[in-house]
Protein backbone atom coordinates (compact mmCIF):
# COMPACT_ATOMS: atom_id res chain seq x y z
CA UNK A 1 0.00 0.00 0.00
CA UNK A 2 1.19 3.43 -0.46
CA UNK A 3 0.06 6.50 1.37
CA UNK A 4 0.63 10.21 1.89
CA UNK A 5 0.75 10.64 5.59
CA UNK A 6 3.94 11.98 5.64
CA UNK A 7 2.94 14.39 3.01
CA UNK A 8 -0.47 15.12 5.47
CA UNK A 9 2.22 15.26 8.58
CA UNK A 10 3.99 17.98 7.17
CA UNK A 11 1.09 20.25 5.91
CA UNK A 12 0.14 20.07 9.58
CA UNK A 13 3.83 20.82 10.49
CA UNK A 14 3.36 18.10 13.02
CA UNK A 15 6.51 15.78 14.07
CA UNK A 16 6.35 11.95 14.24
CA UNK A 17 6.05 12.05 17.41
CA UNK A 18 2.84 14.43 17.82
CA UNK A 19 1.07 12.03 15.21
CA UNK A 20 2.14 9.25 17.35
CA UNK A 21 0.66 10.61 20.26
CA UNK A 22 -2.76 11.95 18.48
CA UNK A 23 -3.19 8.50 16.98
CA UNK A 24 -2.01 6.69 20.72
CA UNK A 25 0.48 4.63 18.87
CA UNK A 26 4.08 4.70 18.82
CA UNK A 27 6.91 7.42 16.45
CA UNK A 28 8.35 3.45 15.02
CA UNK A 29 4.85 2.79 13.96
CA UNK A 30 4.23 6.01 12.17
CA UNK A 31 7.70 5.83 11.25
CA UNK A 32 6.79 2.34 9.48
CA UNK A 33 3.54 3.18 7.97
CA UNK A 34 5.12 6.42 6.26
CA UNK A 35 8.52 4.44 5.11
CA UNK A 36 5.52 2.06 3.74
CA UNK A 37 6.79 -0.99 5.98
CA UNK A 38 3.50 -1.28 7.62
CA UNK A 39 0.23 -0.98 6.36
CA UNK A 40 -2.50 -0.25 9.37
CA UNK A 41 -5.23 -2.55 10.41
CA UNK A 42 -8.88 -1.17 9.35
CA UNK A 43 -9.36 0.52 13.32
CA UNK A 44 -6.14 2.79 12.96
CA UNK A 45 -6.62 3.73 9.08
CA UNK A 46 -9.66 4.62 10.15
CA UNK A 47 -8.36 6.96 12.91
CA UNK A 48 -5.70 8.29 10.65
CA UNK A 49 -8.30 9.35 8.31
CA UNK A 50 -10.74 10.50 10.86
CA UNK A 51 -7.70 12.68 12.03
CA UNK A 52 -6.76 14.29 9.14
CA UNK A 53 -10.46 14.41 7.62
CA UNK A 54 -10.20 12.70 4.87
CA UNK A 55 -11.62 9.17 3.32
CA UNK A 56 -9.29 6.37 3.65
CA UNK A 57 -9.08 5.94 0.19
CA UNK A 58 -7.67 9.20 -0.64
CA UNK A 59 -5.33 8.63 2.25
CA UNK A 60 -4.02 4.95 1.20
CA UNK A 61 -3.73 3.60 -2.23
CA UNK A 62 -3.32 -0.23 -3.19
CA UNK A 63 0.29 -0.24 -5.20
CA UNK A 64 -1.23 -2.15 -7.41
CA UNK A 65 -5.01 -2.17 -8.93
CA UNK A 66 -6.24 -5.95 -8.27
CA UNK A 67 -8.76 -7.46 -10.16
CA UNK B 1 14.39 9.53 17.19
CA UNK B 2 12.25 11.38 20.27
CA UNK B 3 9.52 9.19 21.50
CA UNK B 4 5.50 10.89 21.66
CA UNK B 5 4.51 11.34 25.36
CA UNK B 6 2.24 8.54 25.84
CA UNK B 7 5.18 6.00 24.30
CA UNK B 8 6.89 7.80 26.88
CA UNK B 9 5.16 7.29 29.64
CA UNK B 10 3.49 3.56 28.62
CA UNK B 11 7.77 2.81 28.83
CA UNK B 12 8.23 4.32 32.21
CA UNK B 13 5.24 2.49 33.69
CA UNK B 14 6.42 -0.41 32.28
CA UNK B 15 10.16 0.00 33.69
CA UNK B 16 8.58 0.77 37.01
CA UNK B 17 6.34 -2.37 37.33
CA UNK B 18 9.41 -4.51 35.98
CA UNK B 19 12.11 -3.48 38.22
CA UNK B 20 9.47 -3.30 41.09
CA UNK B 21 9.07 -7.44 40.09
CA UNK B 22 12.73 -7.86 40.56
CA UNK B 23 13.44 -6.39 43.40
CA UNK B 24 10.25 -8.21 45.10
CA UNK B 25 11.99 -11.08 43.64
CA UNK B 26 15.44 -10.35 44.87
CA UNK B 27 14.29 -9.91 48.34
CA UNK B 28 12.42 -12.83 48.05
CA UNK B 29 15.39 -15.18 47.07
CA UNK B 30 17.38 -13.38 49.68
CA UNK B 31 14.88 -14.12 52.03
CA UNK B 32 14.45 -18.28 50.82
CA UNK B 33 18.50 -18.28 50.93
CA UNK B 34 18.90 -17.20 54.72
CA UNK B 35 15.69 -18.57 56.27
CA UNK B 36 14.18 -21.23 54.44
CA UNK B 37 18.12 -23.33 53.87
CA UNK B 38 18.85 -23.58 57.16
CA UNK B 39 15.42 -25.01 57.93
CA UNK B 40 13.95 -28.71 58.54
CA UNK B 41 11.76 -30.25 56.09
CA UNK B 42 8.48 -28.84 56.06
CA UNK B 43 5.82 -27.49 54.17
CA UNK B 44 6.93 -23.77 55.38
CA UNK B 45 10.45 -24.15 54.26
CA UNK B 46 9.00 -25.35 50.80
CA UNK B 47 6.57 -22.24 50.70
CA UNK B 48 9.47 -20.28 51.48
CA UNK B 49 11.66 -21.74 49.03
CA UNK B 50 9.28 -21.23 45.90
CA UNK B 51 8.27 -17.68 47.50
CA UNK B 52 10.42 -16.17 45.08
CA UNK B 53 8.15 -17.35 42.48
CA UNK B 54 5.64 -14.46 43.71
CA UNK B 55 8.00 -11.97 42.05
CA UNK B 56 8.36 -13.91 38.98
CA UNK B 57 4.60 -13.58 38.68
CA UNK B 58 4.42 -9.75 39.29
CA UNK B 59 7.09 -9.98 35.90
CA UNK B 60 4.89 -12.15 34.28
CA UNK B 61 2.26 -9.33 34.75
CA UNK B 62 4.07 -6.55 34.12
CA UNK B 63 4.98 -7.80 30.30
CA UNK B 64 1.45 -9.08 30.46
CA UNK B 65 0.31 -5.15 30.73
CA UNK B 66 3.09 -3.93 28.66
CA UNK B 67 2.31 -6.20 25.91
CA UNK B 68 -1.35 -4.94 26.13
CA UNK B 69 -0.24 -1.54 25.85
CA UNK B 70 1.63 -1.22 22.65
CA UNK B 71 0.81 -0.68 19.62
CA UNK B 72 -0.31 -3.30 16.68
CA UNK B 73 2.20 -2.33 14.85
CA UNK B 74 5.27 -3.18 17.93
CA UNK B 75 3.01 -6.20 18.69
CA UNK B 76 3.90 -7.40 15.67
CA UNK B 77 7.52 -7.08 15.48
CA UNK B 78 7.94 -8.09 18.63
CA UNK B 79 6.07 -11.40 17.96
CA UNK B 80 8.02 -11.39 14.53
CA UNK B 81 11.69 -11.05 17.14
CA UNK B 82 10.31 -13.26 19.77
CA UNK B 83 9.72 -15.71 16.41
CA UNK B 84 13.48 -15.70 15.41
CA UNK B 85 15.06 -15.49 18.37
CA UNK B 86 13.10 -18.94 19.67
CA UNK B 87 14.44 -20.02 16.85
CA UNK B 88 18.04 -19.46 17.06
CA UNK B 89 18.12 -20.03 20.59
CA UNK B 90 16.77 -23.92 19.60
CA UNK B 91 19.25 -24.20 17.23
CA UNK B 92 22.21 -22.92 19.13
CA UNK B 93 20.81 -24.94 22.16
CA UNK B 94 20.54 -28.45 19.48
CA UNK B 95 23.93 -27.73 18.34
CA UNK B 96 25.81 -27.27 22.07
CA UNK B 97 23.64 -30.51 22.91
CA UNK B 98 25.16 -32.67 20.05
CA UNK B 99 28.26 -31.07 21.09
CA UNK B 100 27.84 -32.88 24.43
CA UNK B 101 27.41 -36.32 23.01
CA UNK B 102 31.04 -35.37 21.17
CA UNK B 103 32.42 -34.69 24.80
CA UNK B 104 32.35 -30.90 25.06
CA UNK B 105 31.47 -29.87 28.82
CA UNK B 106 28.17 -30.56 30.61
CA UNK B 107 26.75 -27.16 30.62
CA UNK B 108 23.78 -25.97 33.25
CA UNK B 109 20.43 -25.90 31.56
CA UNK B 110 20.17 -22.26 32.71
CA UNK B 111 22.02 -21.10 30.33
CA UNK B 112 19.23 -21.73 28.21
CA UNK B 113 17.99 -18.20 29.78
CA UNK B 114 21.41 -16.52 28.64
CA UNK B 115 21.23 -17.85 24.84
CA UNK B 116 17.55 -16.59 24.62
CA UNK B 117 18.19 -13.41 25.92
CA UNK B 118 21.42 -13.52 23.99
CA UNK B 119 19.72 -14.32 20.87
CA UNK B 120 16.73 -11.85 21.73
CA UNK B 121 18.95 -8.74 21.74
CA UNK B 122 20.87 -9.86 18.77
CA UNK B 123 17.43 -10.02 16.76
CA UNK B 124 16.16 -6.30 17.87
CA UNK B 125 19.71 -4.90 17.44
CA UNK B 126 19.96 -6.39 13.73
CA UNK B 127 16.35 -5.51 13.00
CA UNK B 128 16.92 -1.99 14.25
CA UNK B 129 20.30 -1.30 12.32
CA UNK B 130 18.30 -2.65 9.25
CA UNK B 131 14.94 -0.26 9.74
CA UNK B 132 17.28 2.93 9.57
Not at chain 1, 19 to 27: E, H, Q
Not at chain 2, 19 to 46: E, F, H, K, Q
Request: overall charge positive.
Amino acid sequence: MHNIIRQLRADQGWSQAHLADLLDVSRQTVNALETGRYDPSLPLAFSIARLFSRPIEEIFQPDQESA
Amino acid sequence: MERGLKEKRSYSVYRKELWLAIAVYIVLLMGAIRLARPMDDSILRTALLVSPMIGFGLMIRAIVRHVARIDEYQRLRMLESFSIAMAITGAVTFTYGFLETAGFPKVSMFSVWIVMGASWALVCGARALRDR
